[in-house]
Nanobody, 128 residues
Framework: QVQLVESGGGSVQAGGSLRLSCVAS???????????MGWFRQAPGKEREVVAP????????SYDDSVKGRFTISRDKAKNTVYLQMNSLQPEDTAMYYC??????????????????WGQGTQVTVSS
């Protein structure tokens, strides 16, 4: 059974930093090596939106315009972990952050509906 467990959320002041982690388990390394993993977020009353996906083959990454230059997604293959380093956090970054995975991906994906497996989320709150 594939499991994704996020951690690292918390409360910070504007301008601060957090690093989120998503540990994946329950599947072979070969399976993850073909995957697209992504960080998404959902604020109260808003739809879930992509923050940053990473297509494992070649380590191709992309970012939503709202986080470009501030957030960085990376992967530790040995630990089966995907990170999201978030710098210069702003109140509008406040949301529940989720990790998701799509196996057997031939490319990078960004739409939440394209990711069948999700973690439980970790809350990020940024105060002004």
């Amino acid at each position: 059974q594939v499991q994704l467990v996020e951690s690292g959320g918390g409360s910070v002041q504007a301008g601060g930093s957090l690093r989120l982690s998503c540990v994946a388990s329950g599947a072979s390394e070969n399976l993850y090596s073909t995957s697209c993993m992504g960080w998404f977020r959902q604020a109260p009353g808003k739809e879930r939106e992509v923050v940053a996906p990473i297509y494992i083959v070649g380590g191709v990454t992309s970012y939503d315009d709202s986080v470009k230059g501030r957030f960085t997604i990376s992967r530790d293959k040995a630990k089966n972990t995907v990170y999201l380093q978030m710098n210069s956090l702003q109140p509008e970054d406040t949301a529940m952050y989720y990790c998701a995975v799509r196996f057997f991906s031939g490319r990078s994906y960004t739409a939440p509906q394209d990711f069948p497996k999700w973690g439980q989320g970790t809350q990020v709150t940024v105060s002004s």
